[in-house]
């Protein structure tokens, strides 16, 4: 297999083959996705990897986020 040559390490091998560009089609995993992205402003991106590797995923991470409309847009 070829890989990106950010993949080097002992957690973003794994990331790079399992995950990175793997099309995901369920709205909650891009959602906690989009997150994490967000979370890693600023940060090594390798950081976050670990993080949630430790916790088991993004899910296993707390992260669990579910989106809201905003107000006066949901459901009544």
Known sequence: MSRCTWARTELSIPYHDREWGV???DDRVLF???NLEGA???L???TIIAWTARAGGSS???LEL???P???LGDS
């Open 23 to 25: 099309p995901v089609h």
């Open 32 to 34: 906690d996705f989009l």
């Open 60 to 62: 296993e991470a707390g």
């Open 66 to 68: 579910r989106p809201t």
């Open 44 to 46: 090594n991106w390798e």
């Open 70 to 72: 905003p107000l006066g």
């Open 40 to 42: 890693q402003a600023g």
